[in-house]
């Protein structure tokens, strides 16, 4: 679908600040518009300027307060297709619900098709998005998903900082083939964890597989909710003789006591992207934040132009 109209960047509540960088990279404006809220906490959304014919982009990742966000994002969306918009983008750089991707156990909900049914209805036109949770949540769109990954930052963060003796650890089976392909581009060895999550959001970890002994750790996967699981991670890696041991995730999402855990955990730094804002908490200096500001500006960019959007990727 070709579009004629000028790009126009809008942002609801979640993280104006992300919005703002990306306008700086496209050397745009931030979209006028109006998020207050009413006195009984429903969202009050009204565009500030005409959009007829735009290509708009809503910057809103869908992260905690979730259900606040994502509400946010369907009433944006939906004021930007009446408003006559000729494409409605929703950018979400944190897809919230990505976790319930499958029933995999008795009587519970499949919410991250439901959530993708509801931004389709609302009128969204197509989806940018980053490291989803679940590959396959791309198949729950029956819209263009453009999916990018944080690797090529994160990958060109340790060039510029290198780790010798490094080796690349999968926190669980399911993330091996991300850490497989760090391990690659960082031309590091490989081990994964071994572990049995036996409820939600706690883990209990098994075993390592792989030598990690005096070698230095680089622990990789998608997101880290409340640090239980990456501190018993690095707290295993450390029993097996790991010496410095380090973390990257896409999604900091940090919930609970996660930054006193990782305060008191062997992890020497924590890596996250911005596609979550960050939160109030105290890490003891371990955690540092990346911008994807840039790679979603060119994603933007790209398909605003009707361009490939796969020279993002590694």
Sequence with gaps: ???????????????????????GQLQCDLGKASTDRFSDGEFNFQIGENVRGADVFIVQPTCPPTDQNLMELLIMIDTFVRASAERVTAVIPYFG?????????????????????LITTAGASRILTIDLHASQIQGFFDIPVDHLYAAPIVVEYFRNNPIENLIVVA?????????????????????LCDKRRERANEADVMNIVGDVSGKNCLIVDDMCDTGGTICK??????????????????????????????????????????????????????????????????????????????????
């Design 1 to 23: 679908m070709s579009v004629t109209g000028s790009i126009k960047i809008f942002s609801g509540n979640a993280h104006r600040g992300l919005a703002e960088e990306i306008c």
């Design 97 to 117: 619900y990505a976790r319930s991707d499958k029933k995999d156990r008795p009587r519970v909900p499949i919410a991250a098709k439901l959530v993708s049914n």
């Design 171 to 191: 926190p669980d089976t399911g993330g091996a083939e991300r850490a497989r392909a760090y391990a690659k581009r960082l031309d590091a060895g490989l081990a």
């Design 233 to 314: 991670v690095a707290q295993a890696l450390h029993e097996a003789g790991a010496n410095e041991i380090f973390a990257v995730f896409t999604h900091g999402v940090l919930s609970g006591g996660a930054y006193d855990k990782i305060a008191k955990s062997h992890l020497k730094k924590v890596i996250v992207s911005n596609t979550i804002p960050a939160r109030n908490g105290s890490s003891g200096g371990k955690v540092e934040v990346l911008s994807v500001a840039g790679l979603l500006a060119s994603a933007i960019r790209s398909i605003h132009d009707e361009t490939s959007v796969s020279s993002l990727f590694i």
